[in-house]
T-cell receptor, first 111, second 110 residues
């Protein structure tokens, strides 16, 4: 298995633009997590899904953030409109039981 | 606030020495996990210890859990330069999600 796949790996955009981050979890995993990591805030859980259903989105910072999981092999995290304070590394992770497998992350820079 | 808090925030040792990192948490847990993150990479799972276990080993890693003190420690023996990374504890209180601490940055000098 190729592991958790995230795209793009790097994204540079201007304030106000829409940003879409993509994630393909490991086949057979029924949990999918979206995290944000910054120096100031550390690793924050934004939202997680179980069997494609959002379970807890209390970590989503604002209405500008939305996440979907249309099927078991794909999820998106969208920021619209983006702001400079959204600059961070965004990780997707998937799991089957306890251990979470992380993707390589998307480094987002909002100018 | 974060469920798990690592201590120390940063640790610098010589190759061959042992490294000990601690994690404290606030509420009851089902299990506690330790992850490693190399610079610029995603987190990698190292070891899981369940709430009814007190100690667990994996290679050069030794993890202890004291549920009465709500704390865990990760010991890396005979450290190597390649162990240089950030180490995070993650507590699982149920519902499928884990809460990560702020991490300990370990530097192993060759």
């Amino acid at each position: 298995d190729a592991g958790v796949i995230q795209s793009p790996r790097h994204e540079v955009t201007e304030m106000g633009q829409e940003v879409t981050l993509r994630c393909k979890p490991i086949s057979g995993h029924d949990y999918l997590f979206w995290y944000r990591q910054t120096m100031m805030r550390g690793l924050e859980l934004l939202i997680y899904f179980n069997n494609n259903v959002p379970i807890d989105d209390s970590g989503m910072p604002e209405d500008r953030f939305s996440a979907k999981m249309p099927n078991a092999s794909f999820s998106t995290l969208k920021i619209q409109p983006s702001e400079p304070r959204d600059s961070a590394v965004y990780f997707c992770a998937s799991s089957f039981v306890d251990e979470q497998f992380f993707g390589p992350g998307t480094r987002l820079t909002v100018l | 606030s974060q469920q798990g808090e690592e201590d120390p925030q940063a640790l610098s040792i010589q190759e061959g020495e042992n490294a000990t990192m601690n994690c404290s948490y606030k509420t009851s847990i089902n299990n506690l996990q330790w992850y490693r993150q190399n610079s610029g990479r995603g987190l990698v799972h190292l070891i899981l210890i369940r709430s009814n276990e007190r100690e667990k080993h994996s290679g050069r890693l030794r993890v202890t859990l004291d549920t009465s003190k709500k704390s865990s420690s990760l010991l890396i023996t005979a450290s190597r330069a390649a162990d240089t990374a950030s180490y995070f504890c993650a507590t699982d209180a149920g519902a499928g999600k884990s809460t990560f601490g702020d991490g300990t940055t370990l530097t192993v000098k060759p």
